[in-house]
């Protein structure tokens, strides 16, 4: 039983083989480029550029379509402030005490600590938050599945058509991100996913010198 209309996909392309090699390829050596960094320069960044990314990362796929996302692009400086403040606090928390030490030494590569200037430097902060259920237009629940999963997939998606644009990211997971909520007034049925930190690098940025692990490392053929 079906209670959808289904219509012909008229928009799959199917690509001779060859190019099809060449087109994974190209993309591949694309996203290998990118790299997350943690300094920001301040200049302005077109919003079309981020509304076009963001309908990308809203044509994810979803647990029976429920798109279980929301998307909060904060460009002002003041709620910036605000976010860099709570995050700094939490931060501090965390490499002085919740960290513990096989945590601090996995993360002692990326150079990090508890200051945050990139969450007021870069022009934008996309906070992505997961729904744990929906709400129907007469205020009743609705059911949403796979949540994790399908915001998952969308934050991917956002992150590679941002990088694809020219732009440079940062996943920010601020530990006990319940401050978002806060700041942003986002309701009890939203859970902060992640921060996608948007923006041009800073001139003459650095980063770490890491590898990624090999195909072989990462992949079974059966
Ligand atoms: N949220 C902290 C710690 C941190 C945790 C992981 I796992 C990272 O990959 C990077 C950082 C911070 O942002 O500093």
Redesign the pocket.
Known sequence: MTDSKFVLWTSYFEYPSEEMIQRAASFRGNMQRRRSVRDFSDRAVPRAVIEDCLLTAGSAPSGANMQPWSFVVVGDSETKRRIRAAAEME?RE??RRR?GAE?LD??SP?G???Q?PFLETAPYLIVIFAQSYGIAPDGGKVKHYFVRESVGIATGMLFAALHHAGLATLP????RPGFLNEILGRPENERPFLVAVVGYPAGGVTVPELNKKSLGEIATFV
């Open positions: 931060e965390f490499y960290a945590w996995a993360l990326l990090t600590d508890y945050k920010y997971t601020p530990s």
